[in-house]
Nanobody, 121 residues
Framework: VQLQASGGGLVLPGGSLKLSCTAT????????VGWFRQAPGNEGQWLSG????????YYHDSVLGRFTISRDNAKNTVYLQMPGLKPEDTAVYYC???????????????WGQGTLVTVSS
């Protein structure tokens, strides 16, 4: 499975971005997908996960109620909607696929290349 993350960019505080994670080479719907981020000097942080069917979603407390994960298996794509962005959300955002949703990076077998989100005025 090859994953391509996209949708990052430079946004003002309070702005919104919608990240996409598109798979090629396999049907993404057979995998759970997670979003992670890594800020400079920090370890990677799990943000959110979604089951293969999309029936269940999970969030880290820091983004619960703010970010929304979703998927369109017909398009082989998972999304992360991020409204109300803050400077502390600045990081490289990665999507990854696994057999089950988990919070540990080691659980994920396939990774996208990352997309940079910069929140700054």
């Amino acid at each position: 499975v090859q994953l391509q993350a996209s949708g990052g960019g430079l946004v003002l505080p309070g702005g919104s971005l919608k990240l996409s994670c598109t798979a090629t080479g396999h049907i993404l719907g057979t995998y759970a997908v997670g979003w992670f981020r890594q800020a400079p000097g920090n370890e990677g942080q799990w943000l959110s996960g979604i089951t293969g069917s999309g029936e269940r979603t999970y969030y880290h407390d820091s983004v619960l109620g703010r970010f929304t994960i979703s998927r369109d298996n017909a398009k082989n794509t998972v999304y992360l909607q991020m409204p109300g962005l803050k400077p502390e959300d600045t990081a490289v955002y990665y999507c990854a696929a696994a057999d089950k949703v988990g919070v540990n990076q080691a659980q994920y077998r396939y990774w996208g290349q990352g997309t940079l989100v910069t929140v700054s005025s």
